[in-house]
């Protein structure tokens, strides 16, 4: 059974930095991994995606700010935000799904909150 493992998530002051990673486990070669997050009182969105091709697309707000970035042997993405502002607290989500029509596999989420 695949899962997937977030961790990263943490207290932060606008402007800074942090960097989440989630490893996927019982896989290999996975077809796409993502970030989501949700903020409170808004649904989950989609922050970063990226296929095992490199292919990669940014939600409007991590444009710029948010980098994700892939092992593919190792089953691993990372997601590097800078320039963190308040808008960005949110618990965020690592996605995965194994083949491109495969279903959508969930990690249980880490917590970013950012504040002063």
């Known amino acids: 059974q695949v899962q997937l493992v977030e961790s990263g998530g943490g207290l932060v002051q606008p402007g800074g930095s942090l960097r989440l990673s989630c490893s996927a486990s019982?896989?290999?070669?996975?077809?796409?991994m993502a970030w989501y997050r949700q903020r409170p009182g808004k649904q989950r969105e989609e922050v970063a995606t990226m296929t095992k091709d490199g292919v990669t697309y940014y939600a409007d707000s991590a444009e710029g700010r948010f980098t994700i970035s892939r092992d593919v042997a190792e089953s691993t993405v990372s997601l590097q935000m800078n320039n963190l502002r308040s808008a960005d607290t949110a618990t965020y989500y690592c996605?995965?799904?194994?083949?491109?029509?495969?279903?959508?596999?969930w990690g249980k989420g880490t917590l970013v909150t950012v504040s002063s």
């Open positions: 019982n896989t290999h070669n996975v077809y796409i």
């Open positions: 996605q995965a799904r194994i083949t491109p029509l495969g279903a959508e596999i």
